[in-house]
């Protein structure tokens, strides 16, 4: 191998700058996706397991289109597809206030919504029905027991796949350098064009995004000992 | 409600699970301080019937009137009549992220707007009458199951109902831990509570029952005072059904 590093390339020149800003542009892109997602995960999770047939249809309708389209396509959609059906004014306004930004951070947000809500209905579904009607035979509304019982039980239960989501989401969002989002793959190829660095500078980006997930997997974690149901089965802490 | 009238009527009601007719042509009144044991085998009916006066299940002919309202009607306020009828079920459905004490009170503060602290108050009273002032921060997961089923009496209580039902509330416990339960049952029965439990117990039956009232295949049998039905069955059905439930 003949091949010389030349780490220096990661802080010399614009290139600390350009990390450091691509890392945050990753970190309010991923953060504002992943409210949306975790809203309309939450709706739509919960609508699918209502008795009222038409929102249930409605939740159903979301989460299958949603799921079933790529990504990468959403984000053109989204970029390429909706600006031109605008008028003039408001594409121009849009353009000069980062509409790649909101175009990426939708279609992000939407896109796991969909599959953050499967994850959400999964975590109601494991509560025994007898839980629902405990609470309404108390006098609660169905509004009532979903907000008090079933989801604070059901947001419990399924910590670990909304971690692993929520991990998707984050790296996914490197998808949005397709649409000029600057964010961190999107500056780690910028410092790679500059400097002719490819190994330096995606070992940067791999090592950004793994500390991410890293520190988001190891506040999960204390969020699910933080809590968790008393007597349900546990990996670690004393027996109930 | 106007006084005298009953508290729980069933007039000609019907109900279907598909095509299977699990009530049928029910009539029934329930007075109010009445404490009314509804027995059968299994699949009779009998679970289905009392979650007909919450509206747990709907009938589709006929009606159910609870304390003086059609719970049939349309556009029926069913979280208010709830808050007059409250329910113990079989498998004690305490909710396992909160503590007793939460668990007691919660709908007083959610439902009736209570101040927390005389939430807690009620709620520690009612503890205390179920014989588990101790417990009050225990999770339902650290009690045994008489225990659980007692906080879930509390928390019905909690709301201060007119009427409890009761759904085979001892039939998920151990043995020893049903008289417990059903020492707290026969107290409230003795308070003059109007109740309607479905039950295999027939010694609590016989001892706390102002009334019985037999099912099978969806039908109310035969009804009437726990001394004659004991004694003398007037159905071939029910003397079958003691004489299956009595011999051991």
Redesign the interface.
């Given at each position: 191998m003949n091949y010389t590093f030349k780490w220096s390339v990661l802080w010399t020149g614009e290139s600390g700058r350009w990390l450091l800003q691509g890392l945050l542009t990753t970190l309010e892109l991923s953060a504002l996706a992943w409210v949306l997602a975790v809203a309309l995960g939450i709706l739509a999770g919960a609508l699918r397991t209502v008795r009222f047939t038409p929102l249930r249809w409605a939740a159903t309708s979301y989460v299958e289109f949603f799921r079933n389209v790529p990504l990468l396509v959403w984000m053109f959609f989204w970029y390429f597809g909706v600006p031109p059906l605008l008028p003039r004014g408001i594409q121009d306004w849009l353009f000069n206030h980062g509409a790649e930004f909101w175009a990426g951070m939708l279609a992000l947000g939407v896109y796991h919504g969909a599959r953050i809500s499967e994850v959400i209905r999964s975590g109601i579904q494991s509560i025994p029905r007898t839980q629902f009607e405990a609470s309404v035979a108390m006098g609660l509304t169905t509004f009532q027991s979903y907000r008090l019982i079933i989801l604070p039980v059901a947001l419990r239960l399924i910590v670990p796949p909304a971690t692993n989501e929520s991990l998707n989401l984050l790296k996914n969002s490197s998808v949005a350098l397709t649409i000029s989002v600057a964010e961190l793959t999107f500056q780690t190829r910028q410092i790679e064009t500059y400097t002719a660095r490819a190994i330096e500078a995606l070992t940067a980006g791999t090592l950004i995004y793994l500390v991410l997930c890293l520190s988001i997997a190891t506040i999960m974690a204390k969020v699910e000992r933080r809590y968790a149901i008393p007597g349900l089965i546990a990996r670690v802490g004393p027996a109930a | 409600m106007t006084a005298g009238e009953p508290a729980i009527v069933f007039r000609d009601a019907d109900k279907w699970f598909g095509k299977l007719h699990v009530l049928r042509d029910i009539n029934l009144a329930i007075a109010a301080g009445d404490v009314v044991v509804v027995c059968g085998p299994s699949g009779s009916g009998k679970s289905t019937l009392i979650r007909c006066v919450?509206g747990?299940e709907r009938v589709q002919a006929g009606d159910v009137v609870v304390l003086g309202d059609s719970i049939t009607k349309r556009g029926v306020n069913?979280?208010?009549l709830?808050?007059r009828?409250?329910?113990v079920?079989q498998?004690f459905?305490?909710?396992?992220?909160m503590t007793a004490l939460q668990n007691i009170m919660?709908?007083p503060m959610?439902?009736r707007k209570l101040a927390r602290a005389e939430a807690e108050k009620t709620a520690r009273a009612l503890l205390e009458r179920v014989g588990l002032r101790e417990k009050a921060d225990a999770?339902?997961?650290?009690l045994s199951g008489g225990q659980q089923q007692r906080v879930?009496i509390a928390?019905?209580l909690a709301?201060q109902p007119k009427i409890m039902l009761f759904d085979e509330p001892t039939s998920a416990l151990d043995p020893e831990m049903i008289n417990e339960v059903l020492d707290v049952m026969t107290a409230l029965a003795r308070e003059g509570m109007t109740m309607m439990c479905v039950t295999h117990e027939m010694g609590f039956a016989r001892r706390v029952a102002h009334r019985v009232v037999f099912m099978d295949e969806g039908q109310v049998v035969e009804e009437g005072t726990p001394q004659d039905f004991f004694a003398a069955p007037k159905s071939d059905r029910g003397k079958q059904f003691l004489s299956k439930i009595l011999t051991h």
């Open positions: - | 919450n747990l069913l979280p208010a709830r808050t009828v409250g329910m079920f498998s459905n305490l909710f396992p992220h919660l709908a959610k439902v999770y339902p997961a650290n879930a928390r019905a709301m």
